[in-house]
């Protein structure tokens, strides 16, 4: 059994007109996986079960939590861990705009304020001085932070800028699978973390996500959430030894893992520790490769940690021939796949509708020369260095290409 390739991965690496096919991401499904969940299906049993909970030990063993709980999505384990706060109705949720729209609805869909705020412009993540103005200002009664492409944003700095108790802070760590922060793994740093396992991320299933917390109270208060608030699953229901009662005590969401995920994602987790180790070699070798390219700006390290890589973010700036958008079409007309990350939420009619027009010009900077380029342990040094390349030679030619 083959390898399963996402939709617009490469197919040959060489195009018909002689460029290089390099997709922006690729989702491997390996055959140990696909054989594990073909198991399942022919199992009989393919929604949350046995496979489901023994792929949240294995998930949080891997992270270093003491819980793991998995869901449908990280924007569904965003809203479910801001619902477990109960909080009043509208209370002001600190957030980035710098971040996926999702993670946002999240805090509308739990009943909260989001309060939008700029960005560090090294990191792309918060600063505790943004933080401490915007807390002085609205009194937050939680926040949501995001580890931006994989750096690993300093929760405990951010956490007392806010104002906060720990178990009131979120990570957004969609991108951070395997970041530290100093000797700490994400997703041991405050109440809950949430990740994401969609076809992109670093531990890719296709679809999605675990919150991870310590408190063993709020772990069994978030399995409950996530299947409408029912004191019994599914297997608790119809399982060996289930029963037809229930109750429901609580408010709660369609949310829950199969054990087709969790199949999946159980032999891709066999995986990951070496699609780490290569994402960070890929990352070394782009650093070297655009290290000298006038106006690129290369994606900031964590003094104290580790970067997750699960983008390659650089930023174009003054000395760079191209705009972002030029270089982008460039690029594609060449083979190479990319994206940007993120459009300032602030930016989109809904939100701004919702939440006004507020000033964040670092945001607004620096979205103008984001580009994340390839970046999944599948590429070879080759797409790299042709990437680069292309960079290099457009960057010298400027407008005229």
């Not at 580790?306 to 958008?325: C, E, I, S």
Request: proline share 7%; aromatic share 6%.
């Amino acid at each position: 059994m083959t390898e399963s390739v996402m939709s617009g991965s490469p197919g040959p690496r060489e195009m018909s007109d002689g460029h290089r096919a390099v997709a922006f991401a690729t989702c491997r499904i390996t055959p140990e996986a696909q054989n594990a969940a073909l198991a399942v299906l022919e199992s009989g049993w393919v929604t949350t079960g046995p496979l489901t909970f023994d792929f949240e030990r294995k998930f949080a063993d891997w992270v270093g939590a003491s819980h793991a709980i998995a869901v449908s999505s990280c924007t569904a384990a965003i809203e479910l861990s801001l619902r477990a706060l109960r909080l009043r109705p509208g209370t002001p949720v600190l957030t980035p705009t710098l971040t996926f729209c999702g993670a946002v609805q999240a805090i509308v869909h739990a009943g909260l304020q989001p309060v939008l705020l700029d960005v560090d412009e090294a990191t792309l993540t918060l600063s505790p001085e943004t933080v401490a103005a915007a807390a002085s200002r609205t009194r937050p009664g939680a926040m949501v932070l995001q580890h931006h492409a994989g750096y690993p944003a300093p929760v405990p700095e951010l956490t007392e800028a806010a104002g906060l108790e720990p178990w009131a802070v979120v990570e957004d760590a969609a991108h951070a699978l395997g970041a530290t922060l100093g000797p700490q793994a994400v997703g041991t740093l405050s109440g809950a973390t949430c990740f994401s396992f969609y076809a992109t991320k670093n531990l890719p299933i296709g679809e999605g996500g675990a919150i991870t917390t310590g408190d063993p109270s709020l772990a069994e208060a978030l399995r409950e959430a996530r299947q409408h608030g029912m004191s019994h699953d599914a297997w608790g229901r119809y399982g060996p030894s289930g029963s037809w009662r229930y109750t429901v005590g609580t408010d709660g969401m369609k949310a829950n893992f199969t054990d087709v995920q969790a199949a999946l994602g159980s032999a891709q987790l066999t995986r990951l520790d070496d699609w780490q180790v290569r994402r960070a070699e890929l990352a070394d070798r782009y650093d070297r490769a655009l290290a000298d390219i006038e106006g690129v700006t290369l994606p900031p390290r964590p003094p104290a940690g580790q970067h997750a890589w699960h983008l390659y973010v650089v930023r174009l700036g003054h000395g760079f021939r191209l705009t972002r958008d030029h270089l982008v079409s460039a690029l594609a007309e060449r083979g190479v796949g990319t994206s940007v990350h993120f459009i300032p939420v602030h930016h989109f009619p809904y939100f701004r509708q919702l939440l006004g027009a507020p000033a964040l010009p670092v945001a607004d900077r620096v979205f103008r020369g984001l580009i994340s380029l390839p970046m999944h342990p599948h590429l070879t040094e080759a797409d790299v260095d042709y990437v680069c390349g292309l960079i290099a030679g457009l960057a010298r030619k400027g407008a005229r290409c």
